[in-house]
């Protein structure tokens, strides 16, 4: 079995890196003939491509075994109105089912569905948005180290929501850049919450679960930091320059309770990370994020937690080896806590033409259960803009 699953993906991943490249030219030609300055309108857009492949070879349920090919495709369109005032259109087309127990599948069950669509305005240090977004809530759902390192974190990204939001941004060479935001959203149940080429099923008000009200009763605050200098603690030493790179989020949620829920959900999140350093032409990138959920999933007395940390060693801005681990507790009303766990270990290499190429081994405790997963993915990324030449 394990032969023809590696001739599987190996033949599936040539394919793709053809594909891609010849998706490449064709895009490059394009982006090479838009001239450097814009006017409005103009479009810009990017899409990021993957191919992974998932081979859960090991586990005491034997209906996870299987060997799951796919791609994840995230096509990103932004209309530039002014300077200011934009629209942007985010796809996602990924697998939108679970696959059947005990059996491998290859590319089913793939469905595109609109992720975010909101319109947004941007002048000075201010921000406003409307639509369909993620609200800012966490960062280890996005950022964690390695090719498995976000999974249980995605558990609580506030994706394909509905509201609006304002933030608010100060900078300087001494404080770095700083960012307080605030959002009040709703769980999408419009027709948008659909997909095609494969229905995942439109989301009802009656499915319940935090934040599905219809209206906009749930919140968000966060406040983030980018490119911190070091120097805010204390003066640079004499003859050396400040060091900057360190981000941090500090964040609450608190999301209404939907149909058939007991309690309102709150959440907090906080979390540090950072790149230096730390040998010639090699530099490491730590993450540590902790998110605690008080009445998890509406249910009353119920809490959750998870942290997560890891990190990702470069050498050459070329390879990558990262670890994480994510612990994940749940703490019930009345009953035993129920605990998981995650370790991945990863490696990559990205290539001059901008492909990225990365293995790794994952081992993950829910519950009872014990699963041993190795894979693949293949990434890359194209961008570019059209409009009138100045």
């Known amino acids: 079995?394990?032969?023809?699953?590696?001739?599987?993906?190996?033949?599936?991943?040539?394919?793709?890196?053809?594909?891609?490249?010849?998706?490449?030219?064709?895009?490059?030609?394009?982006?090479?003939?838009?001239?450097?300055?814009q006017t409005y309108p103009f479009i810009s857009s990017d899409i990021a491509f993957e191919l992974q492949n998932d081979w859960t070879y090991d586990s005491d349920d034997?209906?996870?075994?299987?060997?799951?090919?796919?791609?994840?495709?995230?096509?990103?369109?932004?209309?530039?109105?002014t300077k200011e005032l934009t629209l942007t259109t985010h796809g996602v087309f990924e697998p939108v089912r679970d696959p059947e127990p005990g059996k491998d599948r290859a590319f089913g069950d793939q469905?595109?569905?609109?992720?975010?669509?909101?319109?947004?305005?941007?002048?000075?240090?201010?921000?406003?948005?409307?639509?369909?977004?993620?609200?800012?809530?966490?960062?280890?759902?996005?950022?964690?180290?390695?090719?498995?390192?976000?999974?249980?974190?995605?558990?609580?990204?506030?994706?394909?929501?509905?509201g609006f939001g304002a933030a608010y941004t100060v900078s300087g060479n001494r404080i770095g850049t700083h960012r307080?935001?605030?959002?009040?959203?709703?769980?999408?149940?419009?027709?948008?919450?659909?997909?095609?080429?494969t229905s995942r099923g439109r989301t009802r008000l009656s499915d319940g679960g935090p934040s599905n009200t219809e209206s906009p009763k749930s919140f968000a605050i966060a406040l983030d930091s980018g490119e911190l200098p070091l120097t805010l603690f204390g003066d640079t030493p004499p003859g050396e320059s400040p060091v900057t790179g360190l981000t941090y989020q500090i964040a609450f949620v608190s999301q209404a309770a939907g149909t058939g829920s007991d309690s309102r959900e709150k959440g907090v999140v906080?979390?540090?990370?950072?790149?230096?350093?730390?040998?010639?032409?090699?530099?490491?990138?730590?993450?540590?994020?902790?998110?605690?959920?008080f009445d998890a999933d509406g249910v009353d007395g119920q809490d959750r937690f998870y942290i997560t940390a890891g990190a990702t060693a470069i050498w050459q801005k070329?390879?990558?080896?990262?670890?994480?681990?994510?612990?994940?507790?749940?703490?019930?009303?009345?009953?035993?806590?129920?605990?998981?766990?995650?370790?991945?270990?990863?490696?990559?290499?990205?290539?001059?033409?901008?492909?990225?190429?990365?293995?790794?081994?994952?081992?993950s405790e829910t519950g009872d259960v014990a699963d041993h997963t190795i894979g693949m993915l293949l990434t890359y990324g194209l961008d570019f803009a059209t409009g009138a030449k100045k």
């Not at 799951?68 to 209309?79: C, I, N, Q, S």
């Not at 906080?270 to 959920?293: C, D, G, I, K, N």
């Open 1 to 37: 079995m394990s032969n023809s699953i590696s001739a599987a993906a190996s033949t599936a991943f040539g394919a793709a890196s053809v594909g891609l490249a010849a998706i490449a030219l064709v895009m490059g030609i394009a982006s090479g003939a838009v001239a450097a300055e």
């Open 62 to 81: 034997t209906a996870i075994e299987r060997n799951d090919l796919y791609t994840t495709v995230e096509p990103t369109l932004v209309m530039h109105f």
């Open 111 to 162: 469905g595109f569905y609109i992720q975010d669509l909101f319109g947004q305005y941007e002048t000075g240090a201010v921000t406003v948005l409307g639509g369909k977004f993620t609200p800012n809530f966490g960062r280890a759902w996005d950022i964690a180290p390695g090719i498995y390192g976000t999974d249980f974190a995605e558990d609580y990204e506030l994706s394909e929501r509905i």
């Open 180 to 197: 307080l935001s605030a959002s009040a959203f709703f769980r999408d149940t419009s027709v948008l919450s659909d997909s095609i080429i």
């Open 270 to 293: 906080a979390s540090v990370a950072h790149e230096f350093p730390v040998a010639r032409a090699m530099a490491l990138q730590p993450l540590v994020e902790y998110a605690h959920f």
């Open 318 to 363: 070329r390879w990558n080896v990262a670890l994480s681990y994510t612990r994940r507790e749940t703490m019930p009303a009345s009953g035993s806590n129920v605990g998981d766990n995650l370790f991945q270990a990863s490696a990559g290499y990205e290539f001059d033409i901008g492909l990225g190429a990365n293995a790794g081994w994952r081992y």
